[in-house]
C-alpha cells in the first residue's frame, strides 16, 4: 500500500523525468483533484494510505499529464477572473497575461459601462468575467469557432450569466449588426508566429487549438482587421483593449493612429514586455 505522500513522489518523479515545468505542484494538484481534496486538505492526509479505487482514479490523469497534456485540460476546470471555467481542447487554456488584460479594462472602465464587446472569446472566460465584474453591463462573446462557441456557453450556463452575456458566431466583426455601437471591445486573438508556435512546450504545439495561436504576417494579421475595423463599432471615447505579441507594437501604434483612434499607448505584462494595447476612440 502507498501513502498519499508517497504516490505524490512518485508522481513528481514521474513528471520530472518526462520534462514538466513544475512536477511537484502538477503532482499535487492532479492526487488532489483525484481525490476530491484542496491541497492544504491533501497535506493533511499525507500519511493516509490509499484505496486501490482511489489510485484507479489517479493513474489515468498521471499518464495524460506525462504526455505533456496541460493539466488544465486534464482537471477540466481553470479559476480564472474571480470564476470557476471548464476548459477542453475546445478553446486556449485562459493564460494569467490575459486576466491581467481583464484587471486593465476593470481599471478603466467603472460601474456605469454599457456595453462590452469580447473578440474571439473562446472559453467564454473575458466575456464571462466582465459581465461578473460589471453587472450592469450588457456583454457580446464572438468566435469563428463552432466548439468554442459551445464551451463558451456551457461555461456561461455555470456560472449563472447566460442571461447577461449574448454569445454567437462571428470571423471578428463580420456577423456583428450594422450599428452595434460598444463601450469597450476587447480581444485576445492569435498572435502567435509559426517559428514562435514551433519553439512553444509541447503542451501548446499539440493540445491547444492551432487557429487560436498563430496568424499571418509575422502574427499581426488578426490584429490589424481588429483595429481596422474596431473603431466603427465603439462609441465616442470607446475603449479597444488587446492583448499582443511583444515585437508587434511599433505596428500596432501607427495602425492605431491611422483608424480613427485619438490616443493609443502599449501596456506591459508582469515580466515587463510590451503586451497590451490600447486605444481610445476619438
Known amino acids: 500500500m502507498l501513502s498519499v505522500l508517497e504516490i505524490i513522489k512518485k508522481t513528481t518523479d514521474f513528471f520530472a523525468a ?3 515545468e513544475s512536477p511537484r505542484l502538477d503532482a499535487e494538484l492532479l492526487v488532489g483533484h483525484s481525490l476530491g481534496l484542496k491541497r492544504m486538505q491533501l497535506y493533511l492526509q499525507f500519511e493516509r494510505f490509499l484505496t486501490e479505487p482511489e489510485l484507479e482514479k489517479i ?6 499529464r506525462a504526455a505533456r497534456e496541460p493539466l488544465q485540460y486534464v482537471i477540466g476546470e481553470v479559476e480564472w477572473g474571480g470564476l470557476r471555467l471548464k476548459v477542453d481542447r475546445r478553446a486556449l487554456i485562459p493564460r494569467p497575461e490575459t486576466e491581467l488584460l481583464l484587471e486593465i479594462v476593470l481599471g478603466i472602465v467603472g460601474q456605469d459601462v454599457e456595453t462590452m464587446l469580447d473578440l474571439g472569446t473562446g472559453t467564454g472566460a473575458l466575456a464571462l468575467a466582465l459581465a461578473n465584474a460589471r453587472p450592469n453591463a450588457r456583454v457580446t462573446a464572438v468566435d469563428a469557432s463552432d466548439d468554442a462557441l459551445a464551451l463558451a456557453r456551457e461555461n456561461a450556463a455555470a456560472t449563472g450569466l447566460a ?18 455601437m460598444f463601450d469597450v471591445i476587447v480581444s485576445n486573438p492569435p498572435y502567435l508566429t509559426e517559428a514562435e508556435t514551433a519553439e512553444a512546450q509541447p503542451e501548446v504545439r499539440q493540445y491547444e487549438p492551432r487557429a487560436a495561436l498563430v496568424a499571418a504576417d509575422e502574427g499581426c494579421a488578426d490584429l490589424l482587421k481588429i483595429v481596422s475595423g474596431a473603431a466603427v463599432f465603439l462609441k465616442p471615447g470607446g475603449l479597444l483593449a488587446l492583448e499582443t505579441g511583444i515585437a508587434q507594437h511599433a505596428t500596432l501604434l501607427a495602425a492605431c493612429a491611422g483608424a480613427e483612434f485619438a490616443r493609443c499607448e502599449s501596456r506591459k505584462d508582469l515580466t515587463g514586455r510590451d503586451r497590451f494595447v490600447l ?4
Open 59 to 64: 493513474r489515468p490523469l498521471v499518464r495524460r
Open 18 to 20: 518526462k520534462g514538466i
Open 163 to 180: 442571461a447577461r452575456v449574448s454569445i454567437f458566431k462571428s470571423d471578428w466583426f463580420g456577423a456583428i449588426p450594422a450599428g452595434g
Open 279 to 282: 486605444a481610445w476612440k476619438g
